[in-house]
């Protein structure tokens, strides 16, 4: 009626209504695929949809339904534990879509891939405990299994490795359809880069050409340390604040009244089949492996001598290993190895690296041996800061100009008086040998 009211004030024919409807068509299935996708960020009283690549809409409707991921550069710069820069580390989150509470994280210098995102599942999945260092008030309560697990569509998500892990654990794991569907793991970024980052030394800044000069100068926070201000942001701060859909409930008490079941304790095998780094080694005589420069030895796998095995490891706390072996398509559990000496220990991957280019660089033997004691010499003292860095540096090169000045000498005047001394032409020293009884004799020792 409106189309035929309209060409009679212009003075033409008016359209059938079939031409009309094919005219508008286009636009009316997109109002209806608009209306279809609900925006992330969205309020209210229904339930949250996210729509997948394949056309899929996912509805989310109880904690550990749909769990997000993505990953981010933290924007500070950090040193290792001599206080050399090294550069932004890498985060990983994994987050529940119903609650918004973050349940998992990675954090580490390794770029995305589909083993970063296996270590932050495995964060997730598992209970988590820390020590007294970490001075939390709270509880990181959160664990269990996602049934859907929903992510961007880099290729770290689209391996077969990730895939794998979903099929052996017993969840699917979903592209988004647009980036406007990452909302939800996207919006804690910045908060911890407002609220968190910002205040640290070595805060980098978002964007390059903005980036504070004294970042580098100020940068003193080892992987270890930005990791313990993370945790507690995350467990005592972000997780404990109040849901803005809801009001009266933070994040975390509206993941734990969202819970359909307690969640199932996963045996550790299975995430260590599916979710921890890997390498392959071969077993020595005795029973001993050799990994990163550290000797293992693991009980029972004296037998297995001249064997290559799989090692499965935590890059967070490398003095144990897990042993397997391969037969067929499957691998057999078959100990536990630890780094001699070490047990009692824990030491990253990274820390071990550091520790032994210090070892090497001081000419010593690396040995477990060596490794612990430069690991305990360097806990016993912070690390310095820049100023002093470079006062140590012109100091030791200081003495070896001093000392290849006074090797180059050939005589030099002694102290107490004009005579010239010549140097020893013998490398070897003369060295004089004192008979006990005779001192005994003479001096009463």
Request: charged content about 30%.
């Amino acid at each position: 009626m409106r189309t035929k009211a309209k060409a009679k004030e212009l003075g033409v024919k008016a359209l059938s209504h079939m031409t009309v409807y094919r005219v508008l068509k286009p636009l009316i299935d997109k109002k209806k695929q608009t209306k279809s996708i609900r925006s992330p960020g969205w309020r209210g009283g229904t339930q949250l949809s996210v729509k997948t690549r394949l056309g899929q809409d996912l509805s989310v409707e109880y904690s550990n339904h749909v769990w997000q991921c993505d990953h981010t550069r933290a924007d500070v710069l950090l040193v290792d534990k001599y206080g050399e820069l090294l550069s932004r580390p890498w985060l990983t989150t994994v987050i529940d879509s119903y609650s918004r509470c973050i349940v998992g994280i990675n954090l580490g210098f390794d770029a995305p891939s589909s083993q970063v995102v296996a270590l932050a599942l495995r964060h997730a999945i598992l209970p988590k405990h820390y020590s007294s260092g970490y001075e939390l008030h709270e509880e990181w309560g959160t664990y269990g299994l996602p049934q859907h697990f929903y992510t961007d569509g880099g290729k770290d998500f689209r391996s077969n490795h990730l895939n794998q892990i979903g099929v052996q654990l017993g969840f699917v794991c979903h592209l988004r359809d647009r980036p406007s569907e990452g909302g939800i793991v996207e919006r804690p970024f910045k908060t911890f880069n407002t609220e968190l980052f910002s205040t640290l030394p070595g805060y980098t800044g978002s964007n390059v050409q903005e980036r504070p000069e004294e970042a580098e100068k100020e940068a003193c926070l080892t992987l270890r340390d930005l990791e313990r201000h993370l945790v507690r942001y995350i467990v005592d701060n972000y997780n404990q604040r109040l849901d803005a859909r809801m009001g009266d409930q933070t994040r975390f008490q509206r993941w734990e009244s969202g819970l359909i079941a307690a969640p199932d304790a996963m045996a550790l095998r299975d995430l260590d089949i599916c979710l921890m780094k890997q390498a392959r080694r071969r077993i020595q005589r005795g029973g001993y492996i050799q990994f990163e420069n550290l000797m293992y030895r693991g009980e029972y796998l004296a037998g297995y001598a001249g064997e290559t095995v799989i090692l499965r490891y935590e890059p967070r706390d490398i003095t144990e290993v897990l042993v397997y072996s391969q037969e067929g398509n499957k691998e057999v559990f078959l100990a536990r190895a630890f780094a001699q000496d070490l047990e009692t220990e824990s030491i990253s991957l990274d820390e071990a690296k550091a520790s032994i280019r210090q070892v090497k660089l001081a000419g010593k033997t690396i040995s477990n041996h060596s490794i612990l004691a430069e690991v305990r010499d360097r806990d016993l003292f912070s690390p310095p800061d820049k100023k002093t860095r470079k006062a140590r540096q012109k100091q030791e090169q200081a003495e070896l100009s001093a000392q290849k000045k006074f090797s180059d000498t050939k005589t030099f005047d002694e102290i107490d008086g004009d005579e010239e001394i010549a140097p020893i032409e013998s490398e070897t020293l003369q060295v004089e040998v004192l008979d006990y009884e005779d001192l005994l004799d003479d001096y009463g020792f």
